[in-house]
């Protein structure tokens, strides 16, 4: 009898064992299958601008690597306000991210009331790219330099004017700093996007502008713009022969643009360094390098603390041009 009693109270053990082991194995499975659904991603751009075109480009690869479809969504306005309020306000979902510029990200809360707080309400997963710009004139001005272009302003005061895609984008703000960095003050002609910006420079409506030399480069090519200065530190492989803004003596002009993916602030941990590990494996894939290239793009590999890092720093520089040269949102 009491072998029996043994013999049972040892199955029954180790079917106690075996439940414990295959519940581990559950909850691990559990853990491993995110994303269970597509993944979407806000575009704070219309279709066919640089961040739309960023992200068309990678979005197949990401949904490769995460076995589930990346759907891009775009949702434009406010220079990032519209889709990054949206993203904060949805109910939890950690299958949604967002698409922010470093301007964005640095800027956005010193020019707009905002509802959101970009530093606590969106989490950092990791940079994608960047790119400079490349300060521009009309052929038509007699300018070929950036320090004629100042002397130009100051000799005739209150009759240069210069195009952007809207107050507080990357072109606007850059072009403030600018103006502080010479000592000239130009007419700003806003604009809701990049495009009729730089339809305005090419057709003489205004002097001067800057914008990504993805975008510049076959304008510049074609003569109907002439470029001053590129803002990247060397000098760029398809603009061999235009100089940096820091050979040009305007050192403090050196910017490059990034484009960075958030999340919303309560997204685990997990979701975030798994979605960062795949985005770090594309950007690291030669094929993507090479296509990237040929947009004037440079890949960006890194953590979510590098991102943050970078954002801190921009943040500290674009509030004080924002103040300085008192911009208000309109």
């Known amino acids: 009898m009491k072998r029996i009693l043994f013999t049972h109270l040892r199955l029954a053990l180790k079917g106690v064992f075996l439940a414990l082991a295959l519940g581990s194995c559950c909850v691990v499975q559990a853990q491993q299958v995110w994303p269970v659904r597509p993944i979407r991603i806000l575009i704070p751009a219309v279709a066919g601008g640089s961040t739309d075109v960023l992200l068309r480009l990678l979005a197949p690869e990401m949904s490769k690597l995460l076995g589930q479809p990346v759907i891009l969504e775009n949702r434009s306005g406010a220079y990032g306000v519209v889709a990054a309020t949206y993203l904060v306000n949805s109910a939890p979902n950690d299958h949604l991210f967002l698409v922010q510029t470093m301007t964005m990200m640095s800027a956005n809360q010193f020019l707009y009331k905002l509802t959101y707080d970009p530093e606590s309400d969106l989490k950092s997963i990791g940079l994608i790219a960047d790119t400079p710009n490349v300060f521009l004139v009309h052929p038509s001005l007699p300018v070929r330099t950036m320090k004629e272009l100042a002397e130009f302003g100051k000799t005739h005061p209150g009759q240069l004017s210069y195009s952007s895609g809207g107050v507080g984008g990357t072109a606007h703000l850059l072009t403030e700093l600018l103006q502080l960095d010479m000592g000239i003050k130009a007419l700003h002609v806003p604009y809701n996007t990049n495009a009729p910006a730089t339809q305005a420079l090419v057709a003489g409506d205004v002097h001067f502008n800057n914008d990504n030399v993805t975008l510049m480069a076959p304008l510049i090519r074609s003569g109907k713009v002439r470029p001053l200065a590129v803002t990247s530190p060397k000098r760029l492989p398809q603009l061999p022969e235009v100089p940096t803004v820091s050979e040009a003596g305007y050192p403090e002009l050196t910017f490059v643009a990034w484009w960075g993916l958030v999340a919303q602030s309560k997204t685990s941990q997990d979701v975030i360094a798994r979605m960062n590990r795949e985005m770090v494996a594309i950007l690291q894939q030669?094929?993507?390098?090479?296509?990237?290239?040929?947009?004037?793009?440079?890949?960006?590999?890194?953590?979510?603390?590098?991102?943050?890092?970078?954002?801190?720093?921009?943040?500290?520089?674009?509030?004080?041009?924002?103040?300085?040269?008192?911009i208000k949102s309109q």
């Open 286 to 326: 030669s094929n993507i390098i090479a296509r990237l290239r040929e947009y004037g793009l440079g890949p960006l590999p890194g953590t979510p603390d590098d991102m943050s890092a970078s954002i801190r720093k921009e943040r500290v520089r674009w509030k004080k041009v924002i103040e300085t040269a008192g």
